[in-house]
């Protein structure tokens, strides 16, 4: 039995692996990522070894083996679809796109400076807006057309926002209208890299049924894991 972990800035992730995942738990970091690592091996009590990843792997002291996230994310990948050929990782506060092959990894870009195409750009709009994340989803998917939203910063976002609400343009299609420029930020940062389906889309990002429809309008081939956020946990689990 080996306890995966995934030490996000957001989000801490567990899984307990043997073969299939048997528990997992997702607890709040909140800039306490020791306190969030005990807390997840307390709660997943019961196996012989720790592999950790993600932002803070570095702090699970007691871990038999310490790997990246892009190891981590290719060979989770594999757990829910061997065909995949990219991982799209949307995160809180970073994103990652990453070529794999037979669950290796053979080129990756990552976005960790800006928060536009993360997670955090979706929340901190969705604020502004005064929805929670769940009716900022809900609302993408009534959607007909998305509207543009060129800026990237998130100040210059809502003001360009604010001016398609003053110009009477429906919420629904401004709110899938930031959906979609995440998306448009992550072909902006594969570039080179080029996305080739099928797509795996996880992270925290995937739990948006907005950004899921939106990724679709350009990649019909995509593939979301029910278990979308414990994808680097499940990969550690899996390198022992």
Do not use: W
Not at 70 to 78: H, K, L, N, V
Not at 108 to 130: P, Q, S, W, Y
Request: charged share 25%; net charge neutral.
């Amino acid at each position: 039995m080996v306890l995966g972990i995934d030490v996000g800035s957001i989000y801490t992730k567990g899984v307990l692996f043997e073969g299939k995942v048997i528990k997992k738990i997702v607890l709040r970091t909140a800039y306490k990522p020791k306190e969030a690592i005990e807390a997840v091996k307390n709660a997943l009590s019961g196996y012989e070894k720790i592999i950790a990843t993600g932002y803070g792997r570095e702090l699970v002291a007691d871990a038999y083996k310490i790997v990246t996230e892009i190891s981590a994310f290719a060979r989770g990948a594999t757990y829910f679809n061997p065909e995949v050929k990219t991982v799209i990782d949307i995160g809180g506060q970073d994103s990652k796109i990453i070529k794999i092959k037979n669950g290796r990894v053979v080129k990756f870009v990552m976005n960790d400076r800006c928060a536009a195409g993360t997670g955090n750009f979706i929340e901190k709009i969705a604020h502004a807006l005064n929805l929670s994340l769940e009716e900022f989803g809900a609302m993408a998917l009534k959607s007909e057309k998305p509207e543009t939203i060129d800026s990237l910063c998130v100040v210059m976002a809502e003001t360009e926002i604010l001016s398609l609400i003053q110009e009477g343009k429906k919420i629904e299609d401004i709110i899938f209208g930031v959906c979609d420029s995440v998306i448009r930020r992550i072909n902006g940062i594969a570039g080179p890299l080029g996305i080739e389906e099928p797509v795996l889309f996880c992270g925290g990002g995937a739990l948006n049924p907005g950004l899921v429809r939106a990724l679709r309008r350009y990649y019909p081939e995509i593939f979301v894991p029910e278990e979308s956020q414990f994808v680097g946990a499940i990969g550690a689990a899996m390198m022992e």
